[in-house]
DNA sequence: ATCAAAACTTCACGCGCGTAAAAATTTATT
DNA sequence: AATAAATTTTTACGCGCGTGAAGTTTTGAT
């Protein structure tokens, strides 16, 4: 019984009885008709199943409904888990996202940014690779578009940072260490990828310090995301050389730590807090496969859920707000310390 | 020196000195314009950074270069990977690649198919849900878009399909396991997610038989796609109830064996292949983690470089065709046996 | 030099929809 | 019922580009 095919606005307007300006209306926000014509629209809806061309829609807004997701590396679970929470808050609230990943290359990110212009995004939310961006890029780019970063901050880049304390990290894995053992040496790569590595190095030797022991920093050789691995390599170096300082070590990240754990039990070294265990070993982030490394891995917690939603609010604040904020917003959550085995 | 602002392809036309459709030539194909008018557009293209409007051009032609790929979970590795070559080779060929996971839900996976048909994309690489995927949903699609499905396969659904012999696999870890020990037991999920599951099941069902050897296959309880806890928590009931018919055990996939391998760890168990181990654990994906396993995961590897190029060369072969083939093409790729420690 | 093929230019239309302005209608307020 | 306010309809234009037709120029082979 369908009268004819349904293939534009203008067709779709005319069976749901509406003139084609209120349909269009409509589509870029269903509550900014009235009551009764949302009905009707609504109605023929079900009826036609007719689609608004995206193309014709995007190319004539003002601003899209597109939304940006980039990240450094989606071979990492952290922020494939990150980006389920994300996307799935954006399609709520009537944005179509976009997801990108690095892939921990430079030359990507910077591609990533340049084909994203052309999308017109409303708004993006950017984890940048760190260490490895392109600065400039990055910051013509947020001055182009509205960006949010998270993860990782770069200095006064975006018009927010939405990101974990490393702190608050660092702070509680420090002080349970200290409290219930020998003291912890801080383990991790020579060149670390992202800035949250050197927050994380800096609040362990300020925690230290407060708490009046000697800090060990152990910085194992290895470049780029392959974190395991250099994590693996680093830790059969030290254990060879017998270079551990104390029996508890404290990395950097988990990705580092299950390298690191894979290496200690390749060498026999039982990593536990009971007794009969000759190192304890902890870490950060909260990884997705940290509780299945051997033996389950002490970690401290990112706030996934906080971070992502926080993440998402601003940007939509953001976007609201035409685009800018008055001063650059930083929000930091604080880490969930989680005690499993290892340490 | 900039004479004026390059916004539409009329100004970029003629500042470059050539005519708008010959221009709109070039951005559809370079290579079908003569080879002097093709370095003047490329020279003016460096002059003034001009960038086609990219809905106005997908709006009018006939098929746009965007390529949809759609992953089940992102947040395994094993998929991250895949998506970073096809990525790549998508771009290097001149498209547009569109990124999305499923997040092992059948309404995402519905509602990205439904979302991506707006696209009007060139083709498509689908790696669907399988057990859980709408069918009749699948089908549809492809009937309206070229797909290539990849990883796991629906009987009959898309113009082709490239994966991995699931035969393969389990021949090469049975034949290596029964050759050098105890002959293996199957350890898998009551309902697998994934069509592979049960392939490989039958795989070893029937290598087995050719062996003469006791089959013996054991599964647990546990629906969804958090297979390592799957795995964990099916571990720890089988050597609570002793229920292990054999010192052997071949996991399904790397995932769940890398649950099984935490939980043979917290009981005290020792897996490997020397002297002194209790059990040898072996399995198949060639999970990305597997190296970093306690211990290292003897597993049967996808080739993950074969699968994910000669599936973005079907694509591309595909479309060429104008996005039918004759007839359904499948084509499995043999894996590799990684011998490691546990096995 | 000759000529056909190839490539380009000019001209023109249309894609599907956003959006502005003015007129007509409906709703809310008193 | 009268009036103001809110909403919708009508009308019309334009977004930036793809594409076709017809005419012109260039190319490459004879």
Redesign the interface.
Do not use: M
């Given at each position: 019984m369908r009268e004819q095919k349904i293939r534009t606005m203008e067709d779709f307007a005319a069976a749901s009885g509406i003139s084609r300006p209120t349909v269009s209306k409509y589509f870029n926000d269903p509550d900014s008709v009235r009551q009764s014509t949302r009905q009707k629209i609504e109605e023929a809806l079900e009826r036609f199943e007719y689609?608004p061309?995206?193309?014709?829609m995007?190319?004539n807004r003002r601003a899209t409904k597109n939304i940006g997701i980039i990240v450094p590396y989606?071979?990492?679970?952290f922020f494939?888990?990150i980006?389920?929470v994300i996307?799935r808050r954006c399609?709520d609230a009537g944005f179509?996202p976009?997801?990108?990943?690095s892939?921990g290359e430079r030359e990507r990110e910077i591609?990533i940014l340049d084909?994203l212009r052309?999308?017109?995004p409303a708004g993006v939310l950017l984890a940048p690779l760190g260490r490895q961006s392109d600065k400039a890029a990055i910051e013509a780019f947020c001055s182009d578009v509205p960006t949010v970063l998270f993860d990782s901050s770069i200095e006064g880049m975006g018009e927010a940072f939405v990101g974990s304390d490393n702190y608050s990290f660092v702070s509680q894995t420090v002080e349970y260490l200290s409290r219930t053992g020998d003291r912890p040496c801080f383990f991790e790569m020579m060149h670390p990828a992202n800035p949250n590595a050197n927050k994380r190095r800096d609040a362990y030797l300020s925690m230290m310090q407060r708490l009046q022991l000697e800090p060990h920093v152990l910085r194992v050789a290895g470049e780029g995301w392959g974190f395991?691995?250099i994590g693996?390599q680093g830790g059969l170096k030290l254990l060879a050389e017998d270079g551990l300082p104390t029996n508890t070590v404290l990395c950097s990240n988990d990705r580092l730590a299950?390298?690191f754990?894979?290496a200690c039990?390749?060498k026999g070294v039982r990593v536990g807090r009971v007794e009969g265990c000759d190192l304890r070993v902890a870490s950060h982030d909260g990884h997705?496969?940290s509780?299945?490394?051997?033996?389950?891995l002490t970690t401290s917690a990112h706030d996934y859920a906080m971070v992502s939603e926080h993440a998402v609010k601003t940007l939509f604040r953001l976007i609201e707000s035409g685009g800018r904020f008055g001063k650059r917003e930083e929000t930091l959550f604080p880490a969930r310390l989680i005690m499993r085995?290892s340490a």
């Open positions: 689609r061309n995206i193309f014709a995007n190319q989606l071979a990492d679970p494939a888990e980006v389920r996307e399609i179509s976009s997801l990108f990943s892939h591609d084909n052309s999308l017109k395991e691995e693996r299950i390298g754990l894979a039990y390749e997705p496969f509780q299945f490394t051997c033996p389950s085995d």
